[in-house]
């Protein structure tokens, strides 16, 4: 089955620097790679996602980058602020629709930012 | 998205009782999810549960430990049936929905604690 790899297990950045998670897959054929945010006592917020048609998507200050031939893909979050401190999952799904999905979640990393 | 409201957000439970936890979904979808969070842990999928027929398994779950019901397509239910400290976990329903059907969302959680 699939196994997905998430480094760091934890981050801690200055408020305002950028901060960078990766996650590398097995399965050649998941197409669907959504990233969750998780804050203390609440269920995993997805925050963005790529398909494997897209090589790259961005979202203000969130971007994702997918390399399919490394079958890696990243996150990034720039101008980071206080609230971006939580635990962030990557997942990988080979789902082409409705029905099909299963999310595979890496181990997560838990980000702090530090005013 | 999706509003995704589960009942109860915590308990505290003696070994060797049972707990139902509910999970009501603003509006009807083909398939819900239940996921384990062990504590600091990453999500894991124990079942997906269709309306109208038995809930599908992963491996390492089975039935008579975590039964599963989805009367209609707006709620379902899973039970953590006799339980023990390794139990101790958060329970999370999830939906999908979005383009291609392959967007996850998740509820706030079930925190269980077994003594």
């Known amino acids: 089955g699939e196994n997905v790899e998430q480094h760091p297990s934890t981050l801690s950045v200055q408020e305002g620097d950028s901060a960078v998670i990766k996650c590398t897959y097995s399965?050649?054929?998941?197409?669907?790679f959504p990233w969750y945010k998780q804050e203390l006592g609440k269920g995993p917020q997805l925050i963005i996602d790529?398909?494997?048609?897209?090589g790259e998507k961005k979202d203000q200050r969130i971007a994702v980058t997918l390399n399919k031939t490394a079958k890696h893909f990243s996150l990034h979050i720039t101008e980071t602020q206080p609230e971006d401190s939580a635990v962030y999952f990557c997942?990988?799904?080979?789902?082409?629709?409705?029905?099909?999905?299963?999310?595979?979640f890496g181990k997560g990393t838990k980000l702090s930012v530090i005013p | 998205s999706a509003v995704i409201s589960q009942k109860p957000s915590r308990d505290i439970c003696q070994r060797g009782t049972s707990l139902t936890i509910q999970c009501q979904v603003d509006?009807?979808?083909?398939?819900m999810f239940w996921y384990r969070q062990q504590p600091g842990q990453s999500l894991t999928l124990i079942a997906t549960?269709?309306?109208?027929?038995?809930?599908?398994?992963e491996s390492g779950f089975v039935i008579d430990k975590f039964p599963i019901s989805r009367p209609n397509l707006t709620f379902s239910t899973l039970t953590v049936s006799n339980m023990s400290p390794e139990d101790s976990s958060i329970y999370l329903c999830?939906?999908?929905?979005?383009?291609?059907?392959?967007?996850?969302?998740f509820g706030q959680g079930t925190r269980l604690t077994v003594v």
């Open positions: 999830s939906v999908e929905r979005g383009r291609g059907g392959t967007e996850a969302f």
């Open positions: 399965d050649s054929a998941s197409n669907y």
């Open positions: 790529i398909r494997s048609n897209v």
């Open positions: 997942a990988a799904s080979k789902g082409h629709g409705a029905g099909s999905y299963q999310l595979t």
């Open positions: 509006s009807q979808v083909t398939m």
């Open positions: 549960a269709n309306q109208g027929s038995e809930a599908t398994y």
